[in-house]
């Protein structure tokens, strides 16, 4: 695994050659804006992600290197790696992470404020806007689709998360 911050532009060079879904079809010159624009932190390991950020409004996260653990209630809910994104609805909704966010190893990541980028789409063709909006409900789509089969899988972490 890379740690020093040289070797996370190689990570994001790579995030950038194959987006995440969150990012799929936005142009790659825009995209490498995008990524220049958010603030990146490093999380050893099972240091909280949301320290300054207490719920998580207004802000998004994506893991460039590393893992992240999603918990509730000290139940871990969802696992995140490079490439996902964590709270991908904070450009369009104002509710609130209702998790903790703990690295698991050292991680980097992205943070994204809301009001940044949706600076960054004005300044941008509407289209642009509408395929993002697109990502977002995919991945929303394939979220609500893992936690439905954990569910009816009677995962038992899922179940005492409810």
């Given at each position: 695994?890379?740690?020093?911050?040289?070797?996370?532009?190689?990570?994001?060079?790579?995030?950038?050659?194959?987006?995440?879904?969150?990012?799929?079809?936005?142009?790659?010159?825009?995209?490498?804006?995008?990524?220049?624009a958010a603030s990146r932190r490093r999380a050893e390991p099972f240091e909280e992600l949301l320290p300054g950020f207490p719920?998580?409004?207004?802000?998004?996260?994506?893991?460039?290197?590393?893992?992240?653990?999603?918990?509730?209630?000290g139940t871990i809910i969802e696992q995140f790696s490079a490439g996902d994104?964590?709270?991908?609805?904070?450009?369009?909704?104002?509710?609130?992470?209702?998790?903790?966010?703990?690295?698991?190893?050292?991680?980097?990541?992205?943070?994204?404020?809301?009001?940044?980028?949706?600076?960054?789409?004005?300044?941008?063709?509407?289209?642009?806007?509408?395929?993002?909006?697109?990502?977002?409900?995919?991945?929303?789509?394939?979220?609500?689709?893992?936690?439905?089969?954990?569910?009816?899988?009677?995962?038992?972490?899922?179940?005492?998360?409810?």
């Amino acid at each position: 695994m890379t740690s020093a911050p040289e070797n996370i532009s190689a990570a994001l060079e790579q995030l950038q050659s194959e987006p995440p879904t969150l990012f799929r079809n936005i142009p790659k010159h825009d995209l490498a804006e995008l990524f220049t624009a958010a603030s990146r932190r490093r999380a050893e390991p099972f240091e909280e992600l949301l320290p300054g950020f207490p719920d998580g409004n207004g802000h998004g996260f994506l893991v460039v290197e590393g893992l992240v653990e999603a918990r509730r209630n000290g139940t871990i809910i969802e696992q995140f790696s490079a490439g996902d994104f964590i709270g991908e609805a904070f450009l369009h909704s104002k509710a609130q992470l209702s998790c903790e966010l703990r690295a698991t190893v050292p991680t980097w990541v992205l943070i994204f404020k809301r009001s940044d980028l949706v600076q960054f789409f004005r300044t941008r063709p509407e289209k642009t806007l509408k395929i993002y909006t697109m990502n977002v409900i995919e991945a929303q789509h394939r979220h609500i689709i893992s936690l439905y089969s954990r569910i009816t899988k009677n995962d038992p972490q899922i179940q005492a998360s409810l």
